[in-house]
């Protein structure tokens, strides 16, 4: 009930009557003497006190389940659900899931893709077992673990004016014509950021959801772009798009993170994944190990990360035409283990 809001769903889901499912709510309240949810129409909010009880219940059915299934001999399966933002799903989520598979073959592993504030929905809502980010999420329910470092890169088409130069300059910064990510967005959050002063005046033409429309309207010559180095590689290796330098002092890095539940009962299989990302973004090379500095912003923010929001959960989607105008527990366990105009 407090993942659908109804007791028709969650009775849908359990294959109960609403009826069973409503009376077992009222003889629990009953018998403790205290109201769980607050009553809207038909829906159903978990109160103050559903809420600080709902963590321990959820970890307290995954640590039944897991024994069930212990017991069923499926206990060392693997099974599990992630989520993670479109750039990680589509770039390095597959393979992260081969060295997954050689550890667990018979595990049975589930994505889900959508952009960053998406996952972090997910994850406090307790679909997915954890979420791969692009940026920092402020909720005091969820843990952060920093798991690689990134950076965006502005590019153009290699018939675009800047494309000889290979530069841009601030003047040209403010009177091109910008192709981004969606507002929310992980990227569109680093972009943002290290854009900050040029906001009032940038004219962002076009916004899309996902990578590859962006990528194909700058091929078009429709405007420049800014995304993640991962999602532009194979582009700039076969000159299709140019990569363009800033002006000094741009700083477009960014931290990947793995996002679980802060209260939850502690699965192997969760375990293991974290594990495996980790070590993957070590042997990947120096480029994608987190710098010091992308250490200090980590530091800094998870500091003063109940003073305001990073990432925001609800983003826009679609394309929007404009008008021209965390951890030591991790750090101590890899110590013992061995081995979003009109689209087309």
């Known amino acids: 009930m407090a993942r659908h809001g109804s007791t028709a769903r969650a009775a849908g889901e359990l294959h109960l009557s609403q009826s069973a499912v ?20 038909r829906r159903l909010a978990l109160n103050p006190v559903g809420r600080a009880l709902r963590a321990r219940a959820e970890a307290l059915l995954a640590h039944a389940g897991e024994l069930h299934r212990a017991l069923a001999g499926h206990g060392a399966l693997g099974h599990l659900r992630v ?24 595990a049975k592993v589930e994505f889900f893709a959508a952009n960053s504030p998406e996952v972090v929905s997910r994850v406090l809502n307790y ?18 673990v920093p798991w690689m470092g990134d950076e965006l ?19 040209e910064i403010a009177a091109a014509r910008w192709i981004l990510r969606e507002p929310g967005s992980g990227a569109r959050q680093t972009f ?12 962002i033409y076009l916004e899309f959801r996902h990578n590859e429309a962006i990528k194909r309207a700058v091929e078009a010559g429709l405007g420049i772009g800014c995304l993640s180095r991962i999602v532009l590689a194979g ?15 741009f700083d477009l890095a960014r931290t990947f993170y793995l996002a679980l539940p802060r209260q939850r009962h502690r699965r192997e299989a969760v375990e293991a994944w974290v594990e495996i990302c980790l070590a993957g973004a070590r042997s990947s090379g120096p480029q994608h190990c987190l710098s010091s500095a992308a250490r200090a912003r980590h530091s ?20 929007r035409p404009r008008r021209e105008t965390s951890s030591a527990r991790w750090a101590s366990a890899r110590s013992k283990t061995k081995p979003s105009r009109k689209s087309a």
Do not use: W
């Open 192 to 203: 943002d950021r290290a854009f900050a002063r040029f906001l009032p005046k940038l004219n």
């Open 235 to 249: 582009n700039f290796r076969d000159g299709s798009l140019v990569p363009l330098a800033l002006p000094a002092p």
């Open 83 to 106: 989520g993670a933002s479109y750039t990680i799903a589509n770039h390095l989520a597959v393979g992260y899931l081969v060295d997954y598979l050689a550890r667990y073959p018979e």
């Open 127 to 144: 679909q997915v077992d954890l979420g791969m980010i692009e940026g920092e999420a402020s909720h005091p329910d969820l843990e952060l």
């Open 300 to 319: 800094r923010a998870s500091a003063s990360r109940s003073a305001g929001p990073a990432i925001t959960v609800g983003a826009t989607s679609g394309v």
């Open 153 to 171: 890169v502005v590019f153009c088409s290699p018939d675009h004016p800047l494309a000889a130069r290979g530069a841009l300059s601030e003047e």
């Open 22 to 41: 409503s009376a077992a709510l009222r003889s629990l309240e009953e018998q403790y003497g205290v109201a769980l949810f607050d009553r809207r129409g």
